[in-house]
């Protein structure tokens, strides 16, 4: 068995040396880290004092964006958002049942104001299956001719039938208006070639 001997004097000073620039490596790395972490706050406070403009792709679908128009309800906003995102940016759009469902719904009333009809039309040509039938169905409806209705004298009155009246006209109108283009629009997308993907 080796023994350990005692250390002389010059080997404590060598051993002592060692652990001291052991010590001061830390530190100088230390330093080093703590200038990069300033540098790196310096920059990063550069950065969010002056946030960078988005870039602003310009429209070419046509159809107005919807996201400019804040006298849409939120639930319109974003559903005409939807639509336009179709045509607008095809690769990133993601298919929504909710969002079909509520353009389907609202689509008669005026919900949907007449300058996002033509987006909206062009959107709901392309749907597919029982939602198409559907819509195809409801449009004829709403144009073939409505079976007279024979009122009961005890139903209306004058007065209650004036008041009532205009506002029911308007909706028909606005009704066969919005079913006579979407109508065409099912119909065009039925007779055009199928576009490969």
Known sequence: ?????????????????????????PKRE???????????????????????KKKYKKNKTGFPDPQDD????????????????????????????????????NFWSDTIPDTY????????????????????????SILSPPAPDKPTSSETTPATQSVTVPVEVERNELKLVRARALLDA????????AVPE
Do not use: H
Request: charged share 35%.
């Open 1 to 25: 068995m080796a023994e350990t001997l005692p250390r002389s004097g010059k080997q404590r000073k060598e051993d002592v040396s060692v652990s001291e620039e052991s010590k001061k490596k």
């Open 30 to 52: 230390k330093r080093r880290r703590e200038n990069v972490e300033e540098e790196n706050s310096l920059r990063v406070t550069e950065e969010s004092a002056e946030p960078e």
């Open 70 to 105: 804040p006298a849409l309800s939120e639930q319109a906003s974003k559903a005409l958002l939807y639509a336009f995102y179709q045509f607008r940016k095809p690769s990133k759009w993601k298919f929504s049942k909710a969002r079909q469902n509520w353009l389907i719904r």
């Open 117 to 140: 009809l033509v987006l909206t039309t062009q959107y709901l040509s392309n749907v597919k299956g029982g939602v198409r039938e559907k819509l195809i169905q409801d449009c004829q």
């Open 186 to 193: 099912l119909e065009k997308a039925d007779t055009a070639p």
